[in-house]
């Protein structure tokens, strides 16, 4: 049996940043806190509440004084740093410095229209953490477009300004760009920015190259991973033999009878320790030799 590992799957700079800065200050013995999950992947989670980091909500967080508390790489939404400020909280700022970026776009895109006639569009997940981050730099003004059907909430007869989610995928974006463009009234303004991270868009193809090349695909991911449900369809596509698994105890034998090659990949929150140990479940379960 062959097993691989896909050397691009694994946690992307955002993520890699925010547990660095998570580790670093537990090093230092002092209490930490991380606003939501600091990445959707329980098994890294659970390891790194062991080594003390406490994971609160915003309900929490608001009546929390004089603590430090770790921003994750999702971003969040100028009310927090209010919060943080009035309650003497030290932040850690983990956010993405792709997401920051965008977020500093949207805010000037905000503040310069002073009459605001503009449409403000977001194409992403609502209620997702950077989504809820990016709403917020426009006093939660801007429209959020999950699907490309989705476009007609929009008045096509206003301007239109859009930006994406930097995890959506790029043809979703284009689709999106196509209908308006289709729709828009010719005396309205219609701008769109391409914000999605290159880091993470290029998985797509690469995922299905690598799905394709095996006979079964192991992907290791979180339940809650948005990006790894996106990625997961990849696999899918490429290879009907395609399983997602949340630890390496959920891998079951009956998937690998009568196969010669196993892929092992995962999502941008999938830590490389997680796809490690379920190559060694493989090799424990079909008796397998170094």
Not at 139 to 148: C, L, Y
Request: charged share 25%.
């Amino acid at each position: 049996m062959i097993i691989e590992i896909d050397q691009g799957s694994g946690f992307c700079f955002g993520v890699t940043r925010a547990i660095s800065k998570a580790e670093e200050e537990l090093t230092g013995g002092k209490t930490l806190y991380c606003l939501g999950d600091i990445v959707h992947n329980g098994q890294e989670c659970n390891r790194l509440q062991q080594l003390g980091l406490k994971t609160i909500e915003h309900e929490e967080f608001d009546n929390l004084h004089d603590e430090t508390v770790l921003l994750r790489a999702h971003g969040e939404p100028p009310h927090t740093y209010q919060v943080a400020q009035e309650n003497n909280i030290e932040i850690v700022d983990a956010t993405c410095p792709v997401v920051l970026h965008l977020q500093e776009r949207i805010k000037r895109e905000f503040d310069t229209d002073l009459d605001h006639n503009k449409q403000i569009v977001i194409f992403g997940k609502n209620g997702h953490a950077e989504v809820l981050g990016l709403v917020g730099q426009t006093n939660g003004t801007a429209i959020v477009i999950e699907k490309p059907e989705e476009v007609e909430k929009l008045d096509f007869n206003r301007d239109i300004y859009l930006y994406s989610q930097t995890t959506k995928s790029l043809d979703g974006f284009r689709l999106v760009v196509e209908l308006i463009k289709q729709n828009i009234h010719p005396s309205a303004t219609f701008q769109y920015y391409d914000t999605i991270c290159r880091q993470v868009a290029n998985r797509m193809p690469h995922i299905r190259d690598f799905a394709s090349r095996h006979d079964v695909v192991l992907f290791v991911c979180g339940k809650k991973s948005s990006n790894g449900k996106a990625l997961f369809e990849q696999c899918q596509q490429a290879n009907p033999h395609s399983y997602m698994i949340d630890a390496a105890s959920e891998i079951d034998t009956r998937w690998l009878d009568g196969y010669d090659s196993v892929g092992i990949c995962g999502a941008t929150s999938t830590p490389k320790w997680l796809m490690e140990e379920c190559k060694v479940r493989i090799e424990q379960l079909l008796g397998c030799h170094k």
